[in-house]
């Protein structure tokens, strides 16, 4: 199932949530609005994502008001919603109006403007449920966690001792300032360099970003700070 495939993925064998009850009378379907891409055709999807386009996406036929949500926040650009399978109680979901299957195919603007509700939405989840924290999350593709092909920030409020992640009992590894670790940083920021130019290219300009950090000494360690 694919719930029990989510769950085993995002939590690292979670603990099973306790299933919390669901009355009609308070569901609500959204005021229907666009959900649309930013240009005329769909992205081309993979195998597993092609159930969850445009046309048959449950957060669209959401936001269009053809199935129903609860509704905690609506902006112009991004809405949020209860989770309908949710790990703890007040488990809720920050999704943008327009159809963006993932998080590297989602604008900027459009992501700063889901985070930019995030304090704001977990802290009066938090009040509303008497917990002290909250998990900001996103799971991005499948191998992640990532069932439904709509990018979505989790709010998931948790209370100490909760244990709702079992690799939080887990002990961290320490990390290595070792030629390994270097040459990771090296090809990550390798990477953002490649990825600045192609967008710089395309008239578009580096995503939000002025450059990558400088270039490591080895071992990680700067010789000089950045100016």
């Known amino acids: 199932m694919e719930y029990r495939r989510r769950l085993a993925i995002i939590s690292n064998h979670l603990r099973p949530p306790v299933a919390l009850p669901c009355s009609s009378s308070g569901l609500t379907p959204l005021a229907a609005s666009n959900c649309s891409f930013d240009n005329d055709e769909e992205p081309r999807l993979n195998d597993g994502e092609k159930r969850n386009s445009k046309r048959d996406c449950v957060f669209c036929k959401i936001i269009r008001g053809e199935s129903p949500a609860f ?46 509700k995030a304090p704001f939405i977990g802290s009066a989840v938090m009040r509303a449920t008497s917990c002290d924290s909250f998990n900001l999350l996103v799971n991005n593709g499948a191998a992640a966690g990532q069932v439904i092909f709509h990018t979505h920030i989790h709010i998931i409020p948790r209370k100490t001792s909760d244990c709702l992640w079992t690799s939080e009992s887990l002990r961290r590894r320490q990390l290595n300032f070792d030629p390994e670790a270097y040459q990771l940083a090296e090809r990550v920021r390798e990477e ?36």
């Open 71 to 116: 509704r905690l926040y609506e902006d112009d650009k991004c809405l949020c919603i209860l989770d309908s399978k949710p790990l703890t109680p007040g488990h809720c979901l920050i999704i943008p109006k327009s159809h963006y299957s993932s998080l590297e195919a989602t604008p900027p603007s459009v992501v700063a403007a889901m985070c930019s």
């Open 192 to 227: 953002m360099s490649l990825s600045n130019a192609s967008e710089e290219s395309k008239g578009i300009g580096p995503l939000g970003c002025t450059r990558p950090a400088r270039r490591a000494e080895p071992y990680g360690i700067r010789a000089n700070s950045a100016p």
